[in-house]
């Protein structure tokens, strides 16, 4: 399994004046991975990709480690290559579809019924979806194609073109909604699904328990910002037994339910877009 990491490295936000030879090694690490630069910037840190095994994240990580009050390493997605044997071991699989992205409109967008006290997302309010008809799908439309919506909370669709094919191959309309430009015209199909996973049964090291809300009972997990790594993702032999082709678990996952998709929506999906993403889900 190879995985690459996406991420920034730069300042804490702090008060406090920083040491000068902690900055001093900062701007070093920088001009040395200056290389695996994207392109892309938030705020004044540019966003930089690489290898795991690489020892330059390694060297990243560690000194993000020993000063964890003045260095922020902000991980903002691992992509996994997984070899065939990995895939044949997996009972589901996370969509991570990042390299495609949609935007919804400023004006619509979906909303929720969230909790007062945790902000779980508990139930959506909005009947539909709308995007924008721009970027990679309106160079794509024709195409087959995966898509993740950009924004601070997991959703997935998939182009028209490709949602012919799932419901070709054996998947239910149930498990999709269409999301719809402002002129009406149907962009992209989202995932969707009233099929909760029993609790814990879901396992991702990557995030920490924060706590269960006393007002509404949601199980809320958060990134933990320690971890650099990518853990491998799992799931009980009961929750296995209980995957339909798209899932959400009965956690949320900063205020959201996570989605996995089962072997056969997976297969499918691979079979039309070989470069889409998914992290594997392995039986514990």
């Not at 390299?99 to 007062?116: P, V």
């Not at 899932?247 to 996570?258: F, I, R």
Request: charge should be negative; glycine fraction near 4%; include cysteine.
């Amino acid at each position: 399994m190879k995985v690459e990491v996406e991420f920034t490295l730069g300042f804490q936000e702090t008060h406090k004046k920083i040491d000068e030879n902690i900055s001093r090694n900062l701007y070093q690490i920088r001009r040395q991975i200056k290389q695996y630069k994207t392109g892309e910037r938030i705020l004044s840190d540019d966003f930089y990709k690489m290898e795991e095994e690489n020892p330059l994240f390694g060297k990243c990580a560690e000194f993000a480690k020993c000063y964890p009050e003045e260095i922020s390493l902000e991980i903002y997605g691992h992509q996994v290559e997984y070899e065939e044997k990995d895939v044949e071991s997996a009972v589901a699989f996370v969509p991570n579809f990042s390299n495609h992205w949609c935007q919804e409109y400023d004006d619509i967008s979906i909303e929720y019924e969230e909790c007062r006290y945790c902000y779980a997302h508990l139930k959506e309010l909005s009947k539909k979806a709308y995007i924008r008809p721009q970027g990679f799908i309106k160079k794509e439309s024709d195409q087959y194609g995966v898509l993740w919506v950009d924004g601070e909370y997991e959703r997935f669709m998939v182009l028209p073109r490709l949602y012919d094919k799932l419901i070709t191959g054996g998947i239910s309309e149930q498990y999709f909604r269409p999301a719809y430009s402002k002129n009406k015209k149907i962009l992209a199909y989202e995932f969707i699904s009233d099929n909760v996973l029993p609790e814990k049964c879901y396992e991702d090291k990557n995030y920490f328990f924060r706590a269960k809300c006393m007002i509404c009972g949601a199980t809320n997990y958060e990134r933990d910002e320690k971890q650099h790594y990518y853990a491998p993702k799992t799931i009980s032999e009961e929750g296995a037994l209980c995957l339909k082709e798209i899932n959400k678990t009965a956690e949320y996952y900063h205020h959201h339910p996570k989605i996995l998709v089962n072997r056969k929506m997976h297969d499918l999906i691979k079979e039309y877009v070989p470069s889409a993403q998914f992290l594997p889900v392995y039986v514990k």
